[in-house]
């Protein structure tokens, strides 16, 4: 009987350890370890996958993306805590990451692994790093308004002479992102001005696509969106044969804001090493090449090539806009915008 057993208990506890994830798992990793890893991606997906898959030829390390909004993932790592099965945090501004390496939810990552990448843009205690900047900017259709004609600020567009000229998308993180930027800067009084202002002269839409499409059609002179939306139509139709031109402020404007996609080691994750060679792909050379074709937003390594973008150093961003301490997580700003029944 117990010659019977054994081979069936052994055989049992083979199959039970393979199937609990962490344990014993045989992946093509070459280490030897289980090398799977799990990102949490509030970024654009066909910039992420492309990354990923890259990554994975590179390196043998397998990774599962799981998509969401950049906000959302942050709380659902906060409510996961020890457990949660994220091993980095990849999202469109750095405010998440902000916010996760303020409860002590990340993890340090070695030095070397976001070098290439300007201290400027990313923790002070190597926490998470910025990859990608991305600029707040007006997409205007030439034969509407000339560039001359455009505001010089984007506080001006709470003048009544421009009702009826321009576009704005209340639910964009970008656009809370600048909300937010304008509470720190001026104060809540300032910035709910401002956003009735603009509520009663800009027409607001669903996505900055279809804001953009609409200055494209004709249908509204220009609209307030991020550039990498107008800097993909240029890169896939040519930029002659579009009727929508970018125009940017130039002058440290709020209009200007850049926000910064960034990625985080999750604290809890089992895989440290890993994902930390996961953040080094992505601030490198070739990683950032990949996210740079893929989602025309700015490379933060310098040596990859943003082709016929507008230079990333002509860039005039405001000033005091990248940290923006207890207004980070954006609640004041959505709070603003539900007081406005703009959410
Ligand atoms: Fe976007």
């Not at 994975?56 to 959302?72: A, C, L, P, Y």
């Not at 009826?164 to 639910?171: E, I």
């Not at 993180?173 to 930027?181: D, E, I, P, R, T």
């Amino acid at each position: 009987m117990k010659r019977i057993l054994l081979p069936i208990i052994l055989v049992a506890v083979l199959v039970l350890t393979a199937a609990c994830g962490n344990g014993g798992d045989k992946s093509s990793s070459k280490d030897g370890k289980n090398g799977k890893l799990v990102i949490y991606n509030g970024q654009h997906k066909s910039a992420t996958s492309a990354l990923i898959k890259a990554f994975e030829k590179d390196t043998g390390i397998k990774v599962e993306e799981r998509d969401g909004k950049s906000n959302e993932l942050a709380h659902q790592i906060v409510e996961e805590g020890k457990n949660s099965p994220a091993d980095l945090i990849y999202t469109e501004e750095s405010s998440p990451q902000i916010m996760l390496d303020n409860k002590g939810l990340l993890a340090k990552i070695d030095k070397d692994a976001s070098k290439p990448i300007d201290s400027k843009y990313k923790s002070k205690d190597d926490t998470w790093t910025g990859l990608l900047a991305r600029s707040r900017v007006v997409a205007y259709n030439k034969d509407k308004i000339s560039e001359s004609e455009l505001p010089k600020s984007v506080k001006d567009l709470t003048d009544s002479k421009w009702k009826d000229k321009f576009a704005f998308q209340p639910t964009s993180g970008a656009f809370q992102a600048q909300l937010s930027a304008m509470i720190k800067l001026e104060g809540k009084d300032a910035a709910k001005e401002w956003l009735e202002g603009i509520k009663k002269n800009g027409k607001t839409y669903k996505d900055n696509k279809r804001a953009l499409q609409a200055v494209e059609n004709g249908d509204i002179p220009f609209a307030l969106i991020n550039n990498y939306y107008w800097d993909r139509q240029a890169a896939e139709k040519g930029k002659d044969n579009l009727n929508s031109r970018l125009y940017f402020f130039g002058n440290h404007d709020l209009g200007d804001m850049l926000t910064v996609a960034s990625v985080g080691v999750v604290k809890s994750s089992k895989h440290k090493e890993e994902a930390e060679k996961f953040v080094k792909f992505a601030t490198s050379k070739k990683g950032q090449q990949i996210l740079t074709d893929k989602s025309k937003q700015y490379p933060l390594n310098k040596e990859a090539n943003t082709k016929g973008m507008k230079p990333f150093s002509e860039l005039r961003p405001p000033e005091g806009t990248q940290d923006l301490g207890k207004y980070a997580d954006g609640k004041e700003a959505v709070n603003l915008l539900k007081e406005e029944g703009l959410l």
